[in-house]
């Protein structure tokens, strides 16, 4: 299983630490555990902050980051083991653990943190923790610090400055290590078998959860624990909806689908779109309509480059869509005047793409300064152009109607430009006809 090097967690330790103020200390809480209903809880997923900076996979943890501190700068507070809670929920790795298997200068069982943490924040100048993001978890640092004022008159020394970690730590997570881009290829690698089995599965009659029936499968048996995001399996209409999740109608002849899906593996988050006809035939309207959404994505990639700005490659797609709607007859106008009205987000309204990486739609700045962040090596990002035609549009032909075409691929920018990690499923017409019409000739 292809994973994130435990070495590369105390690069990332030390990297934050480099860049904290002097005399400051850090304080990150693991994800909680989500009730589903009653007794049944959501699968855990660790917060990815906190998986960034340690690996440490449970629930019930803190993180504690002092730069400079002699007797170790990494302390983990997590849960301690428990031969009866190990029978029912499974292996925990204590203290012993936490500094054995993930590199923590020292740990302390999780019941304990009221009583030491305060004391290792006392006389710390400046706390970074994400404020804000987690109410529950403010109020006990609020607590642990009021622990510190009340024993002010003996000395203790407060810290007096409160500063958000996420700048510091988003900015490194944006920059893709080589280790990263090694796990991200293998979750687009699996996606993209996902997708092709779902394309090969594809028949009238079926339901859109048969096709998720087949994502899923392909996510588990590469190693994924989960889908990254709700897998979009939309036919039809459904195509029209963005974010469409009940995956629950049926497959018609004659119809599009598109599906939006992508597995995660270690925390790293895969993001594919594909459209195909049900049947394995595009109509001529719905090859139009895709093609002209294909060259739009082609345009993009070609601006995502060192040096070229993060708006580049979406007002490359804005162009090329504009452009072809008004060769099909579905807007009118002079493309520059229909760019600077907006008049295509009745038809493409979404943006061309966004960061990708521990978060489908990634941490970091789009804009610096006021202006479009310039793109760098290791920036990984979607690229997923779209044209929705809504299904009661009265301005178009009725034979345009309810078509809907995404197609979504995710890069890393390179010192050439980019590299596709999801190349590995068909997207032309003729690719995606192809491996449609082999499969069904094995079927039959
Ligand atoms: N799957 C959500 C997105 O493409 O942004
Ligand atoms: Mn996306
Ligand atoms: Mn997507």
């Known amino acids: 299983m292809i994973h994130i090097p435990k070495a590369e967690y105390s690069r990332r ?69 428990n031969a009866e809670r190990e ?3 499974g292996l925990r790795a204590g203290q012993e653990g936490a500094i054995r298997d993930y590199g923590a200068d020292d740990a302390f069982p999780i019941t304990d943190i009221d009583d030491i943490l305060p004391g290792l924040i006392e006389g710390r100048d400046r706390v970074y923790s994400a404020m804000g993001s987690n109410p529950e978890f403010d109020r006990h640092l609020m607590d642990w610090i009021n622990v510190i004022r009340s024993k002010a008159h003996l000395g203790a020394q407060p810290p007096n400055e409160f500063v958000a970690l996420d700048h510091l730590l988003h900015d490194m ?25 779902a394309m090969q599965a594809s028949r009238a009659g079926l339901y859109e959860y048969s096709l998720e029936a087949e994502l899923d499968y392909e996510f588990r048996k590469g190693g994924a624990k989960m889908p990254a995001y709700g897998s979009i399996v939309a036919a039809g209409r459904n195509s029209c909806i963005l974010h469409y999740q009940q995956n629950d109608a049926l497959l018609r002849d004659g119809d599009l689908v598109l599906i939006d899906a992508g597995c995660e593996i270690d925390c790293y988050a895969s993001d594919i779109t594909r459209t195909w ?17 294909l060259a739009a994505q082609e345009a993009a990639f070609a601006e995502i480059a060192p040096n070229k700005h993060w708006n580049q490659a979406h007002e490359a797609t804005v162009r090329v869509i504009t452009t072809g ?29 966004h960061w990708l990486g521990m978060d489908v739609h990634d941490v970091g700045e789009y804009k610096v300064g006021g202006e479009w962040r310039v793109l760098e090596v290791g920036m990984a990002l979607t690229v997923e152009p779209g044209i929705y035609i809504a299904p009661d549009n009265q301005n178009v032909a009725k034979k345009w109607r309810g078509i809907g075409v995404r197609i979504e691929d995710d890069v890393v920018v390179t010192k050439s430009g980019c590299e596709i990690l999801t190349g590995g499923v068909p997207k032309t017409v003729a690719e995606i006809e192809a491996l449609m019409a082999q499969a069904r000739t094995r079927a039959a």
């Open 173 to 197: 997570r944006l920059y893709k290590s080589a280790a990263e881009v090694k796990v991200m290829r293998e979750a687009a690698r699996i996606s993209a078998q996902a997708h092709i089995r």
């Open 13 to 81: 330790r030390k990297a934050l630490m480099a860049q904290m103020e002097p005399n400051s200390i850090a304080i990150l809480p693991a994800a909680a555990v989500a009730i589903r209903n009653r007794d049944v809880e959501h699968v855990y997923r660790q917060d990815s902050d906190f998986q960034y900076l340690s690996g440490f996979p449970e629930p019930q943890a803190v993180i504690v980051l002092m730069p400079g501190r002699e007797h170790g700068e990494y302390v983990l507070f997590c849960r301690e083991r």
């Open 87 to 89: 029978l029912w929920d």
């Open 277 to 293: 006809p049900v049947n394995g035939k595009f109509s001529a309207e719905q090859k139009a309509i895709y093609e002209l959404v």
């Open 325 to 353: 709607l008004v060769k099909l007859g579905l807007l009118h106008g002079e493309v520059d005047e229909l760019i600077a009205s907006e008049a295509y987000k009745a038809f493409y309204m979404h943006r061309a793409g």
